[in-house]
Protein backbone atom coordinates (compact mmCIF):
# COMPACT_ATOMS: atom_id res chain seq x y z
CA UNK A 1 0.00 0.00 0.00
CA UNK A 2 1.23 3.37 -1.15
CA UNK A 3 2.01 6.34 1.36
CA UNK A 4 -1.41 8.16 1.81
CA UNK A 5 -0.94 11.90 1.55
CA UNK A 6 -3.16 12.91 4.49
CA UNK A 7 -1.83 15.69 5.66
CA UNK A 8 -1.38 17.70 2.63
CA UNK A 9 -4.25 19.86 3.29
CA UNK A 10 -3.21 20.85 6.86
CA UNK A 11 0.25 21.63 6.20
CA UNK A 12 -0.30 24.26 3.41
CA UNK A 13 -2.24 26.55 5.28
CA UNK A 14 -0.78 29.32 3.14
CA UNK A 15 -2.26 28.20 -0.17
CA UNK A 16 -5.99 28.02 1.37
CA UNK A 17 -6.00 31.63 2.88
CA UNK A 18 -5.34 34.73 1.02
CA UNK A 19 -6.90 37.14 3.50
CA UNK A 20 -7.66 37.73 7.26
CA UNK A 21 -10.60 35.52 7.94
CA UNK A 22 -13.88 36.05 9.37
CA UNK A 23 -14.26 33.27 12.35
CA UNK A 24 -17.69 32.05 13.09
CA UNK A 25 -18.36 31.06 16.62
CA UNK A 26 -21.06 28.53 17.15
CA UNK A 27 -22.10 25.34 19.33
CA UNK A 28 -20.56 22.14 17.12
CA UNK A 29 -22.41 19.34 16.59
CA UNK A 30 -23.39 17.03 14.10
CA UNK A 31 -25.05 17.86 10.88
CA UNK A 32 -27.74 15.38 11.37
CA UNK A 33 -29.74 14.06 8.35
CA UNK A 34 -32.64 10.68 9.21
CA UNK A 35 -35.24 9.66 7.25
CA UNK A 36 -37.91 9.41 10.15
CA UNK A 37 -39.78 12.08 12.05
CA UNK A 38 -37.93 13.45 14.74
CA UNK A 39 -39.98 14.40 18.34
CA UNK A 40 -38.34 18.30 17.89
CA UNK A 41 -39.46 18.51 14.64
CA UNK A 42 -39.48 22.25 14.68
CA UNK A 43 -35.69 21.94 14.48
CA UNK A 44 -35.27 20.08 11.02
CA UNK A 45 -35.28 21.39 7.55
CA UNK A 46 -38.61 18.95 5.81
CA UNK A 47 -37.76 17.63 2.69
CA UNK A 48 -38.92 15.62 0.07
CA UNK A 49 -36.71 13.51 -1.80
CA UNK A 50 -37.02 11.69 -4.92
CA UNK A 51 -35.28 9.01 -6.01
CA UNK A 52 -36.72 7.60 -9.09
CA UNK A 53 -38.50 4.26 -9.79
CA UNK A 54 -38.63 1.08 -8.16
CA UNK A 55 -39.46 -2.35 -9.87
CA UNK A 56 -41.69 -4.46 -7.67
CA UNK A 57 -40.45 -8.10 -7.25
CA UNK A 58 -41.17 -11.69 -6.48
CA UNK A 59 -42.62 -11.77 -3.01
CA UNK A 60 -42.94 -8.23 -2.33
CA UNK A 61 -45.45 -6.32 -0.45
CA UNK A 62 -45.85 -2.74 0.12
CA UNK A 63 -44.95 -3.08 4.27
CA UNK A 64 -41.54 -4.86 3.49
CA UNK A 65 -40.97 -2.06 -0.11
CA UNK A 66 -41.39 0.84 2.51
CA UNK A 67 -39.62 -0.48 5.10
CA UNK A 68 -36.80 -1.03 3.24
CA UNK A 69 -36.45 1.70 0.61
CA UNK A 70 -39.03 4.85 3.47
CA UNK A 71 -37.29 3.40 6.46
CA UNK A 72 -40.53 2.41 7.84
CA UNK A 73 -43.14 -0.09 6.75
CA UNK A 74 -45.94 1.68 8.47
CA UNK A 75 -45.61 4.50 5.44
CA UNK A 76 -46.53 2.25 3.13
CA UNK A 77 -49.84 4.15 2.67
CA UNK A 78 -47.59 6.53 1.40
CA UNK A 79 -46.65 4.33 -1.58
CA UNK A 80 -50.41 3.84 -2.18
CA UNK A 81 -50.55 8.33 -2.31
CA UNK A 82 -47.97 8.21 -4.50
CA UNK A 83 -49.00 5.48 -7.26
CA UNK A 84 -52.94 5.33 -7.08
CA UNK A 85 -53.23 4.44 -10.70
CA UNK A 86 -50.59 1.56 -9.93
CA UNK A 87 -52.05 0.26 -6.78
CA UNK A 88 -55.85 0.05 -6.50
CA UNK A 89 -55.63 -2.78 -3.47
CA UNK A 90 -52.91 -2.72 -1.19
CA UNK A 91 -52.64 -6.41 -0.76
CA UNK A 92 -52.58 -6.40 -4.20
CA UNK A 93 -49.48 -5.09 -6.50
CA UNK A 94 -47.80 -7.14 -9.43
CA UNK A 95 -44.26 -8.16 -10.24
CA UNK A 96 -42.58 -5.70 -12.74
CA UNK A 97 -44.71 -2.97 -11.77
CA UNK A 98 -42.78 0.67 -11.70
CA UNK A 99 -43.57 2.44 -8.52
CA UNK A 100 -42.67 6.02 -8.15
CA UNK A 101 -40.66 6.66 -5.07
CA UNK A 102 -40.52 9.63 -2.54
CA UNK A 103 -39.63 9.99 1.19
CA UNK A 104 -39.40 12.65 4.09
CA UNK A 105 -35.54 13.80 4.56
CA UNK A 106 -35.22 15.93 7.94
CA UNK A 107 -32.25 18.10 8.04
CA UNK A 108 -31.36 19.03 11.36
CA UNK A 109 -31.29 23.30 11.72
CA UNK A 110 -28.34 25.02 13.02
CA UNK A 111 -28.68 25.82 17.08
CA UNK A 112 -28.11 29.88 17.50
CA UNK A 113 -28.11 32.48 15.10
CA UNK A 114 -29.99 31.56 11.42
CA UNK A 115 -26.60 32.14 9.14
CA UNK A 116 -25.35 34.91 7.13
CA UNK A 117 -27.52 37.55 5.77
CA UNK A 118 -26.17 39.48 2.43
CA UNK A 119 -27.42 43.02 1.78
CA UNK A 120 -30.72 41.59 2.45
CA UNK A 121 -31.03 39.65 -0.75
CA UNK A 122 -30.58 36.01 0.85
CA UNK A 123 -29.58 34.14 4.05
CA UNK A 124 -27.18 31.46 4.14
CA UNK A 125 -26.54 28.74 6.74
CA UNK A 126 -23.26 29.01 8.04
CA UNK A 127 -20.32 25.73 9.65
CA UNK A 128 -20.29 25.33 12.99
CA UNK A 129 -16.43 26.75 14.65
CA UNK A 130 -15.42 27.69 10.76
CA UNK A 131 -13.52 30.56 9.62
CA UNK A 132 -14.60 32.15 6.13
CA UNK A 133 -12.01 33.60 3.61
CA UNK A 134 -10.69 33.73 0.44
CA UNK A 135 -9.27 30.15 -0.94
CA UNK A 136 -7.20 29.62 -3.95
CA UNK A 137 -4.22 27.11 -5.18
CA UNK A 138 -2.75 27.37 -9.18
CA UNK A 139 -5.74 28.48 -11.38
CA UNK A 140 -8.63 27.24 -8.66
CA UNK A 141 -10.19 29.70 -6.31
CA UNK A 142 -13.20 31.08 -4.31
CA UNK A 143 -13.73 33.96 -3.22
CA UNK A 144 -15.62 32.93 -0.24
CA UNK A 145 -15.76 29.46 1.67
CA UNK A 146 -16.43 27.69 5.57
CA UNK A 147 -12.76 26.18 6.33
CA UNK A 148 -12.93 24.21 9.62
CA UNK A 149 -10.09 23.74 11.66
CA UNK A 150 -10.27 19.95 10.76
CA UNK A 151 -9.18 21.11 6.93
CA UNK A 152 -12.52 20.39 5.31
CA UNK A 153 -13.43 22.78 2.76
CA UNK A 154 -17.23 24.18 1.80
CA UNK A 155 -17.12 26.95 -1.27
CA UNK A 156 -19.79 28.64 -1.93
CA UNK A 157 -21.01 30.22 -5.42
CA UNK A 158 -24.59 32.66 -4.93
CA UNK A 159 -25.60 33.75 -8.27
CA UNK A 160 -28.37 34.79 -10.37
CA UNK A 161 -30.48 31.55 -11.21
CA UNK A 162 -30.29 31.29 -14.97
CA UNK A 163 -32.70 29.66 -17.56
CA UNK A 164 -29.93 27.35 -18.74
CA UNK A 165 -29.37 25.90 -15.67
CA UNK A 166 -33.30 25.88 -14.96
CA UNK A 167 -34.04 23.59 -17.95
CA UNK A 168 -30.52 21.06 -17.15
CA UNK A 169 -31.36 21.03 -13.45
CA UNK A 170 -35.11 20.51 -14.54
CA UNK A 171 -33.86 16.92 -16.24
CA UNK A 172 -32.20 15.48 -13.67
CA UNK A 173 -31.79 12.33 -14.72
CA UNK A 174 -30.30 13.09 -18.30
CA UNK A 175 -28.41 15.88 -15.90
CA UNK A 176 -26.91 12.72 -13.78
CA UNK A 177 -26.11 11.08 -17.10
CA UNK A 178 -24.26 13.83 -18.63
CA UNK A 179 -22.21 14.04 -15.59
CA UNK A 180 -21.53 10.60 -15.26
CA UNK A 181 -19.83 10.73 -18.82
CA UNK A 182 -18.38 13.66 -18.26
CA UNK A 183 -16.79 11.95 -14.99
CA UNK A 184 -15.62 8.94 -16.59
CA UNK A 185 -14.56 10.44 -20.13
CA UNK A 186 -12.32 13.00 -18.00
CA UNK A 187 -11.38 11.46 -15.33
CA UNK A 188 -11.27 7.70 -15.79
CA UNK A 189 -10.38 6.07 -12.81
CA UNK A 190 -10.02 9.00 -10.52
CA UNK A 191 -13.54 9.99 -9.88
CA UNK A 192 -15.23 7.44 -8.31
CA UNK A 193 -18.34 6.43 -5.91
CA UNK A 194 -20.83 9.21 -7.49
CA UNK A 195 -23.91 9.50 -5.86
CA UNK A 196 -26.63 12.19 -6.87
CA UNK A 197 -29.87 12.95 -5.03
CA UNK A 198 -32.97 15.89 -5.42
CA UNK A 199 -35.34 16.70 -3.33
CA UNK A 200 -37.69 19.44 -2.88
CA UNK A 201 -38.19 21.85 0.05
CA UNK A 202 -41.45 22.67 2.05
CA UNK A 203 -41.72 26.22 0.43
CA UNK A 204 -40.69 25.00 -3.58
CA UNK A 205 -37.23 24.91 -3.61
CA UNK A 206 -35.37 22.72 -5.74
CA UNK A 207 -32.17 20.96 -4.07
CA UNK A 208 -29.78 18.73 -5.93
CA UNK A 209 -26.59 16.80 -4.40
CA UNK A 210 -23.42 15.41 -6.15
CA UNK A 211 -20.96 13.36 -4.13
CA UNK A 212 -17.67 12.03 -5.34
CA UNK A 213 -14.18 10.67 -4.65
CA UNK A 214 -11.48 12.36 -6.54
CA UNK A 215 -8.18 10.89 -6.22
CA UNK A 216 -5.01 12.64 -5.90
CA UNK A 217 -2.14 10.48 -7.71
CA UNK A 218 1.14 10.94 -6.00
CA UNK A 219 3.17 10.07 -8.59
CA UNK A 220 2.64 12.89 -10.64
CA UNK A 221 4.28 14.71 -8.07
CA UNK A 222 7.17 12.76 -6.99
CA UNK A 223 5.24 10.98 -4.48
CA UNK A 224 4.71 7.11 -3.68
CA UNK A 225 0.75 6.31 -3.19
CA UNK A 226 -2.81 8.65 -3.55
CA UNK A 227 -4.88 11.48 -1.69
CA UNK A 228 -8.55 10.18 -1.57
CA UNK A 229 -10.75 13.69 -1.51
CA UNK A 230 -14.49 13.13 -0.36
CA UNK A 231 -16.98 15.70 -2.10
CA UNK A 232 -20.18 16.91 -2.15
CA UNK A 233 -21.74 19.28 -4.33
CA UNK A 234 -25.09 20.80 -3.75
CA UNK A 235 -27.33 22.95 -5.40
CA UNK A 236 -30.53 25.36 -4.05
CA UNK A 237 -32.43 26.70 -6.94
CA UNK A 238 -34.74 29.41 -4.87
CA UNK A 239 -36.75 32.14 -7.43
CA UNK A 240 -34.13 34.54 -8.67
CA UNK A 241 -30.98 32.71 -6.98
CA UNK A 242 -29.18 29.80 -7.46
CA UNK A 243 -26.66 28.59 -4.42
CA UNK A 244 -23.90 25.78 -5.02
CA UNK A 245 -21.68 24.65 -2.00
CA UNK A 246 -18.90 22.23 -2.75
CA UNK A 247 -17.15 20.82 0.18
CA UNK A 248 -14.54 18.87 0.50
CA UNK A 249 -12.24 16.35 3.25
CA UNK A 250 -9.30 14.23 2.95
CA UNK A 251 -10.96 11.81 6.10
CA UNK A 252 -14.66 12.24 5.98
CA UNK A 253 -17.77 12.47 3.56
CA UNK A 254 -19.00 16.25 2.97
CA UNK A 255 -23.04 15.23 2.34
CA UNK A 256 -24.22 16.07 5.49
CA UNK A 257 -23.09 19.25 5.87
CA UNK A 258 -23.48 20.37 2.29
CA UNK A 259 -27.11 19.10 2.59
CA UNK A 260 -27.11 21.21 5.43
CA UNK A 261 -26.06 24.27 3.68
CA UNK A 262 -28.35 23.92 0.32
CA UNK A 263 -31.82 23.05 2.60
CA UNK A 264 -30.99 26.14 4.56
CA UNK A 265 -30.02 28.52 1.77
CA UNK A 266 -33.39 31.06 1.93
CA UNK A 267 -34.22 34.19 -0.68
CA UNK A 268 -35.26 36.53 1.54
CA UNK A 269 -38.63 37.98 0.78
CA UNK A 270 -39.06 40.81 -2.24
CA UNK A 271 -35.23 39.96 -3.05
CA UNK A 272 -36.35 39.99 -6.87
CA UNK A 273 -38.12 43.65 -6.05
CA UNK A 274 -35.02 45.10 -4.21
CA UNK A 275 -31.86 43.58 -6.14
CA UNK A 276 -30.16 44.52 -8.94
CA UNK A 277 -27.83 41.46 -9.58
CA UNK A 278 -27.01 39.59 -6.90
CA UNK A 279 -23.66 38.59 -8.75
CA UNK A 280 -22.62 41.78 -8.09
CA UNK A 281 -21.52 40.70 -4.20
CA UNK A 282 -18.59 38.05 -5.99
CA UNK A 283 -19.41 34.96 -4.33
CA UNK A 284 -18.02 32.93 -6.74
CA UNK A 285 -15.74 30.15 -7.39
CA UNK A 286 -13.66 29.33 -10.73
CA UNK A 287 -10.89 27.76 -12.40
CA UNK A 288 -10.07 27.58 -16.19
CA UNK A 289 -11.62 23.88 -16.47
CA UNK A 290 -14.97 24.22 -18.39
CA UNK A 291 -17.54 21.48 -19.41
CA UNK A 292 -21.09 21.80 -21.40
CA UNK A 293 -23.70 21.59 -18.63
CA UNK A 294 -25.17 25.06 -18.40
CA UNK A 295 -25.21 27.13 -15.41
CA UNK A 296 -23.99 24.42 -12.90
CA UNK A 297 -20.04 24.91 -11.88
CA UNK A 298 -17.30 22.34 -12.67
CA UNK A 299 -16.62 20.66 -9.64
CA UNK A 300 -14.30 18.17 -11.16
CA UNK A 301 -11.95 20.51 -12.99
CA UNK A 302 -11.76 22.96 -9.79
CA UNK A 303 -10.76 19.58 -7.36
CA UNK A 304 -8.01 19.01 -10.60
CA UNK A 305 -6.70 21.94 -10.64
CA UNK A 306 -6.63 22.87 -6.80
CA UNK A 307 -4.67 20.10 -5.69
CA UNK A 308 -2.58 20.09 -8.49
CA UNK A 309 -1.65 23.73 -7.45
CA UNK A 310 -1.34 22.78 -3.91
CA UNK A 311 0.95 19.81 -4.75
CA UNK A 312 2.65 21.42 -7.47
CA UNK A 313 4.05 24.59 -5.20
CA UNK A 314 4.68 22.05 -2.57
CA UNK A 315 7.02 19.67 -4.70
CA UNK A 316 8.63 23.23 -6.22
CA UNK A 317 9.75 24.31 -3.00
CA UNK A 318 10.66 21.11 -0.86
CA UNK A 319 12.50 19.76 -3.64
CA UNK A 320 15.05 17.40 -2.07
CA UNK A 321 18.24 15.56 -2.93
CA UNK A 322 17.69 12.74 -5.04
CA UNK A 323 18.89 10.11 -2.09
CA UNK A 324 16.09 11.27 -0.18
CA UNK A 325 13.13 9.22 0.27
CA UNK A 326 9.45 9.80 -1.45
CA UNK A 327 8.60 9.30 2.38
CA UNK A 328 10.79 11.86 4.02
CA UNK A 329 10.07 14.00 1.48
CA UNK A 330 6.26 13.87 2.38
CA UNK A 331 7.36 14.47 6.56
CA UNK A 332 9.80 17.35 5.00
CA UNK A 333 6.37 18.90 3.84
CA UNK A 334 4.01 17.78 6.99
CA UNK A 335 7.17 19.48 9.35
Not at 94 to 116: C, D, I, N, W
Not at 120 to 129: E, P, S
Not at 183 to 191: D, F, N, S, T
Amino acid sequence: MGLHLRAGLGVLTAFFMLAAPLTVSAKTYYYETCYQAPEELENYIVLEEDFGEYEVQEGDCLWNISERLLGNGEEYPRLVEMNPELILDPDLIYPHTFLQMSRKVYVRKKEGPAGLEIAQLFRTGVVDGCTVGLVQAGEAYASMAFMRPDDARILCRIRDREQGSEEALAEWEECCEAIEEYAEKEYEGLVTDLAFEHYQSETGEQIYLFSYTYTVQGEKYGLKGTLPVYVSHGICQAEHIQAEFVGFHTQDDMEDVVRYLAASFEELPDAGRRRGSVNDNNITFGSTKEWDLPGVYNSFGWMEEYFDGIFSQAARENAAPEDRSAKDRVLHMIL
